[in-house]
């Protein structure tokens, strides 16, 4: 044996010992390269215990869901995994589900008693829930119902005027009655239900412009459509330039304000302008056009929303030199602009001797041109709410009664709650209050509006939707005369539970929901089936967010919201479940919330749930969040920062510890060890050996012999799997066995373990007792193995010639370590559950650990194969260097004519560590040589050679990632368990696995028995 081939076999034995003890919880023996084997009775441990019993469903929870799906529900009963499969993973493969009449795609199967399945789409009514696997089919009779979808699908108008006011229709499916409806934060006023599909909605005064989400809930349902209505200012104008031109019209204007967008027409009086161009939703530039006459007109700006006057907005004026002294209007004419003035637009307004007076007051003149005159509007004092505006010149005057208003303003509201179904008698104080004054609270106009005075106003409110909103006053004659009180007037709804989302939550608590009703306030509490939920925070009167309490038990549970001597409740609406897994990620994509079960896989502690270990989310030594695991093992985090690509680090002292990257879903369970712990408590007991024994037939010699040959049978069992034998394993210790024979009829006896087995045979040329030339196969299928009853007359029959030649396409010539790889290539001829018959080159027939064919590449041969189609082989080939790591192995089956040619896929890039250096500070990186393969996941282990404790911590890696750290306090407590002088070593595992999922990898995954290419690296050792 050479000395690298050597050096490749314990190297191959060592990782198997690791993939079944550190990388999986244990409890069964890895196989390697995804080769189907022969189920459970290969384990020995159901051959003989009789039949199993069928599995029962006892009970299901919730018992009711949308007909569109998705609703999860636990079974809980027995027979689930026991006598099925060793384990869950296994388990689920074997298991079929229906909700009524539909298969479940998507199930969690959890342990011997529990089972999680979400829904498939139904029909409404009562189904049954069914489960079946090989022992057997139980059926829960009309244990689910299906109710209609609750679905809003879509809004008849997307945009509307920041006032409110419009009625729209929201369409969907499956609406109740006594719905609230949201926009942003705001509730409609008036909901009205004109069918199961159809809600026709008052849309209330939004908060300020722009996209708003339209939320629907009640009942315990909800949903929303995201930023699908849009509120648009409401149009006014603030500046008109210029504000006067010649009768003839031509002018060049431009308007500017808010609430232009989708403007349609602005007229000048009557008259559309000649040229309209909307340039954004706070401009707009038009030509005016002619004029019948001199003087002012307003301005109108047409809109989908509706129309805005501005009744002074554009004067047309004599602008020749000889004009006299003329005022025909003032802008703007209610109100003066933020510096306090106002422009007069008119004629020979630019005489030195101008003065302008409001009533009998002076106002100061700013500016002046020949048609405009900017001056500063004197103190209200004691004038009256409307007054003339008069210019005089010399003996030229002129004047406009009623030309200037003073804008109303408003002060508060008392008082300023009262209840949402209206009708509350209100004061409302402020100045310059108009006696034809039109109050809305909301959306809505208030009815009997009455003028105490000019400061104060008394109204009955009208209905609301609860929570605080805005009153806005105007004048009826003069709707430029406006005024808002923002947020002033609260309406008070009956305490109300629409919706609680997400509606599941793991059992540990804490996860952060969001409680959607009516009627919050200060001091409303939460309860979840009687326990109070924690960190309550009031939002709004519609939302608020807690953290759900810990629960006892699984299922579903009352939500309570309770505020005073009021209360209100949704039944069934929260459902607790359990997230512990098999091991792995699983459950939904991760939005916020994070269920972290910790369980023990030390020896006499196999599955139990580890209390006290502290998980941390985030790689820097300051993590985002952290906690403890709690009496089962279960740590839930919950937090807006909880989004995208999360990692997360497990450890105890006195265990190894455990890191995950790539995290995406929101279920994780992982695995502790013991660092004291020894054995695989989860493996099932050793069987019996099972005695085959037969005849081998049919000797034939392929050319006369020489006188230093003779004619050789070699007896084997066939592998349960490529890790049985070669490269990754011994020839075994076959003393015991007659397993060479020299005359045809001769007499073999071959060992195995119970179950379903072929025994094959190779006949060769045997030249000068050491040389084996193998020409014949036979195989004999369907021997059934017993550790009680020999397996007798088992006779083998030569009946296949190996004599194929196989040409063979792989990667190269590749170089590892600065040095010329070489490829090493395998074979076995696939039998399905009775195992793999290993090709004669493989291990010399039984006497070598490696295979003679191999090369650097691109062209090697593969000799001596039988006729059969190319997809009964499975072949592997191992790369490797004249160094021990790095190595690379690839699992490959090619359908068709062997004679024709197999190409080996790329093998996957090799690692090269760049961290750590001498010492270890936290983090290991490397750097991937190139190739067009990626690996699916990585698995990074780090050890303490020549130590007691194994492997001190395992991470877990999506397979692009090149580096991972072990966060500060778990690295003290690694550093804390070291014997004093220990040195570290990472190794790196990096794999293919079909039909993979990382954001749903089980430990299964991490087993070379799912791998169909990984590569190894190790680096040096390094200080702690």
Not at 34 to 63: E, F, Y
Not at 231 to 247: A, F, K, M, N
Not at 629 to 635: C, E, H, I, S, V
Request: hydrophobic fraction near 35%; aromatic fraction near 6%; proline fraction near 8%.
């Amino acid at each position: 044996m050479r000395p690298t081939s050597s050096r490749v076999f314990i190297l191959l034995a060592m990782l198997l010992v690791a993939c079944g003890g550190t990388s999986r919880p244990p409890g069964t023996q890895p196989d390697a390269g995804g080769v189907p084997d022969a189920g459970t009775k290969d384990a020995g441990t159901h051959v003989d215990a009789g039949a199993p019993s069928a599995p029962v469903i006892q009970s299901a929870l919730p018992t009711r869901g949308e007909r569109g799906g998705g609703t999860w529900v636990t079974l809980k009963g027995r027979g689930f995994v026991e006598g099925v499969a060793r384990g869950a993973p296994e388990a689920a493969a074997r298991t079929t589900l229906r909700v009524g009449s539909n298969p479940v795609r998507d199930f969690q199967l959890i342990d011997d008693s529990t089972l999680d399945l979400r829904t498939p789409p139904g029909v409404a009514g009562t189904v049954d829930l069914t489960l079946e696997n090989p022992n057997g089919t139980a059926v829960c009779e009309s244990c689910f119902t299906y109710v209609e979808t609750f679905d809003v699908r879509a809004l008849s108008k997307d945009t509307g005027a920041l006032s409110g006011g419009e009625t729209v229709s929201l369409l969907g499916e499956g609406f109740p009655e006594g719905l609230q409806v949201l926009f942003g934060g705001m509730a409609s006023p008036s909901v009205a239900r004109a069918s199961s599909s159809e809600l026709r909605v008052l849309v209330p005064r939004g908060r300020v412009a722009g996209s708003v989400d339209v939320r629907v809930h009640g009942h315990g349902v909800g949903d929303v459509l995201r930023r699908a209505y849009r509120y648009i200012e409401d149009t006014r104008v603030t500046q008109v330039s210029p504000l006067t031109g010649p009768r003839e019209g031509g002018t060049v204007t431009v308007i500017t304000g808010q609430g232009f967008e989708g403007a349609t027409q602005v007229l000048l009086g009557d008259t559309p302008a000649t040229s309209l161009q909307v340039e954004s939703s706070t401009r707009i530039v038009v030509t005016t056009p002619p004029a019948q006459s001199i003087g002012v007109v307003p301005i109108r700006i047409a809109t989908p929303r509706g129309t805005w006057t501005v009744r002074q907005g554009f004067a047309y004026v004599d602008d020749s030199a000889s004009a006299p002294l003329a005022l025909h209007g003032v802008f703007p004419r209610v109100g003066a602009q933020d510096d306090g003035t106002v422009t007069l637009m008119g004629t020979a307004l630019d005489a030195p001797d101008l003065s302008v007076t409001f009533d009998a007051l002076p106002a100061q003149v700013v500016s002046a041109t020949a048609t405009t005159a900017t001056v500063r509007v004197p103190p209200r004092g004691t004038l009256p709410r409307t007054v003339s505006v008069s210019v005089q010149s010399g003996a030229m005057s002129a004047s406009l009664t009623q030309g200037y208003t003073f804008r109303l303003a408003l002060d508060q509201v008392t008082p300023n709650h009262g209840s949402a179904t209206g009708e509350t008698q209100t004061r409302l104080t402020g100045s310059a209050l108009p006696p034809d004054a039109v109050v809305r609270v909301g959306a809505l106009l208030a009815p009997q509006v009455t003028e105490s005075s000019e400061t104060e106003l008394r109204f009955l409110t009208p209905t609301g939707g609860a929570g605080a909103h805005s009153l806005h006053v105007s004048s009826a004659s003069d709707p430029e005369n406006e005024a808002l009180l923002p947020a002033s007037f609260t309406y008070d709804a009956a305490l109300t539970l629409s919706q609680v989302e997400p509606s599941r939550g793991a059992v540990a608590g804490g996860a952060r929901v969001t409680v959607r009703g009516a009627g919050f306030a200060d001091g409303t509490s939460v309860m979840f089936g009687g326990e109070p939920a924690t960190d309550v925070l009031i939002h709004d009167a519609h939302t608020l967010t807690c953290r759900i309490p810990a629960s006892r038990i699984q299922g579903p549970v009352e939500v309570a919201v309770v505020q005073d001597t009021q209360r209100s409740a949704l039944p069934e609406s929260f459902h607790y479940f359990d997230p512990r897994g098999p091991g792995g990620l699983s459950g939904e994509s991760l939005t916020g919330t994070l269920n972290v079960t910790v369980l023990d896989t030390s020896s006499g502690s196999y599955g139990q749930p580890v209390s006290g270990a502290t998980v941390l989310l985030g790689p820097d030594p300051t993590p985002i969040l952290q906690g403890g695991t709690d009496a089962r093992g279960q740590l839930t985090l919950s937090d807006s920062r909880i989004a995208g690509v999360q990692v997360i680090t497990v450890f105890k002292p006195g265990h190894d510890a455990v890191t995950v990257a790539g995290i995406r879903s929101e279920n994780l369970t992982v695995y502790l060890r013991r660092l004291d712990s020894e054995g695989n408590p989860g493996n099932p007991p050793v069987p019996a050996t099972a005695r085959i024994s037969g005849r081998v037939r049919g000797f034939k010699p392929p050319r006369p012999l020489g006188p230093n040959e003779v004619l050789e049978a070699r007896v084997f069992v066939a592998q349960s799997s490529p890790a049985s034998g070669p490269p990754f394993t011994g020839t075994g210790d076959r003393r015991a066995e007659t397993w060479r024979v020299r005359e045809d009829g001769g007499s073999f006896l071959v060992l195995a373990q119970p179950g379903l087995r072929a025994v094959y045979a190779v006949l060769g040329v045997l030249r000068d007792g050491v040389d084996f030339e193998p020409y014949l196969l036979g195989i004999r299928r369907g021997v059934a193995a017993s550790g009680t009853r020999a397996a007798e007359n088992q006779d083998v029959i030569f009946d296949m010639h190996l004599d194929v030649t196989a040409p063979l396409t792989v990667e190269g010539p590749l170089v590892i370590a600065g040095e010329e790889a070489r490829h090493q290539v395998y074979a076995w001829l696939d039998l399905g559950a009775e195992g793999l018959v290993p090709h004669p080159h493989n291990w010399g027939t039984g006497t070598r650990l490696y295979t003679s064919v191999e090369g650097p590449g691109p062209r090697l041969t593969f000799p001596q194969l039988p006729h059969v189609d190319g997809a009964n082989l499975l072949f592997l080939d191992l790369l490797r260097g004249t160094t021990a790591y790095p190595q690379s192995l690839l699992y490959h089956r090619q359908p068709g004519a062997l004679e024709g040619g197999v190409t080996l896929a790329p093998m996957l890039p090799l690692p090269v560590f760049t961290q750590p250096g001498v010492r270890f500070e936290g983090t290991v990186s490397w750097t991937p040589t190139s190739s067009s393969a990626t690996p699916a996941v990585q698995l990074l282990t780090l050890l303490a050679p020549g130590t007691e404790g194994g492997v001190r911590w395992t991470a877990v890696l999506p397979g692009g990632q090149t580096q991972v750290t072990l966060p500060g306090p778990a690295l003290a407590a690694l550093r804390a368990e070291l014997p004093e002088g220990a040195r570290l070593r990472a190794d790196l595992s990096a794999a293919r696995v079909p039909r993979f999922e990382y954001s749903q990898w089980t430990y299964d995954a991490l087993s070379t028995a799912t791998w169909t290419a990984y590569v190894l690296g190790r680096s040096e050792v390094f200080d702690p």
